[in-house]
């Protein structure tokens, strides 16, 4: 079965440094990754997502996401955090065969201080 | 686009009742599926449905039951409530495997 680790609760970053969510997932064959955002009291909103190609995918509000084969790694990364970044981070796996089961991490709480 | 709606936004129950959460999407999406989330535990799937009248089970299906009579609704029935299934419930949907899932606004039960 799919699964994802995230293997950091919180995340603090000042505002304005990079901001790096780490991910790694196990599935059989070829994954479909994805990253979603929580704002507090909403539902979970699409960032992006790597299904085949170019290992570096680009998404909503400047973030960008490399996927890592080797590594089984898809880390979540933006150049330079705002203020309105904060909010929770689910990496999530779904397999290319049989059931369509998304599986997601435990989440990331992402702290950018002022 | 509505996208995926759900009903209610908040309830609480007895221990021992019964209701159904309602969870519709627009987007004629094929797959369908529940999540509840707690603290600490991210996004747990407790069923899923590839189609009209196809389901099955997530991590966590015990105590909840599902069908899918049409392509636009997937409601979660709580047979008897129990506290343990306190929770936010999340109704998502995709078209598919591939395809990005689009979340509901949640549901936020309390069993008392």
């Known amino acids: 079965a799919q699964s994802v680790a995230q293997p950091e609760d919180q995340v603090n970053v000042a505002e304005g440094n990079p901001l790096t969510v780490k991910c790694t997932y196990s599935?059989?064959?070829?994954?479909?990754l994805f990253w979603y955002v929580q704002y507090p009291n909403r539902g979970l909103q699409f960032l992006l997502k790597?299904?085949?190609?170019?290992?570096l995918v680009k998404g909503s509000y400047g973030f960008e996401a490399e996927f890592n084969k080797s590594q089984t790694s898809f880390h979540l990364k933006k150049p330079s955090a705002l203020v309105s970044d904060s909010a929770l981070y689910f990496c999530?796996?779904?397999?290319?065969?049989?059931?369509?089961?998304?599986?997601f991490g435990k989440g990331n709480q992402v702290v950018v201080i002022p | 686009n509505a996208g995926v709606t759900q009903t209610p936004k908040f309830q609480v129950l007895k221990t021992g009742q019964s209701m159904t959460l309602q969870c519709a999407q627009d987007?004629?999406?094929?797959?369908m599926s529940w999540y509840r989330q707690d603290p600490g535990m991210g996004l747990r799937l407790i069923h899923y449905?590839?189609?009209?009248?196809?389901?099955d089970q997530g991590e966590v299906p015990n105590g909840y039951n599902v069908s899918r009579s049409t392509t636009e609704d997937f409601p979660l029935r709580l047979l008897s409530a129990a506290p343990s299934q306190t929770s936010v419930y999340f109704c998502?949907?995709?078209?598919?495997?591939?395809?990005?899932?689009?979340f509901g606004q949640g549901t936020r039960l309390t069993v008392v």
């Open positions: 998502a949907s995709s078209q598919g495997v591939g395809a990005e899932a689009f």
């Open positions: 599935v059989s064959g070829n994954p479909y």
């Open positions: 790597y299904i085949t190609g170019d290992n």
């Open positions: 999530a796996v779904r397999g290319p065969y049989g059931n369509n089961r998304l599986a």
């Open positions: 987007m004629n999406h094929e797959y």
């Open positions: 449905s590839v189609g009209a009248g196809i389901t």
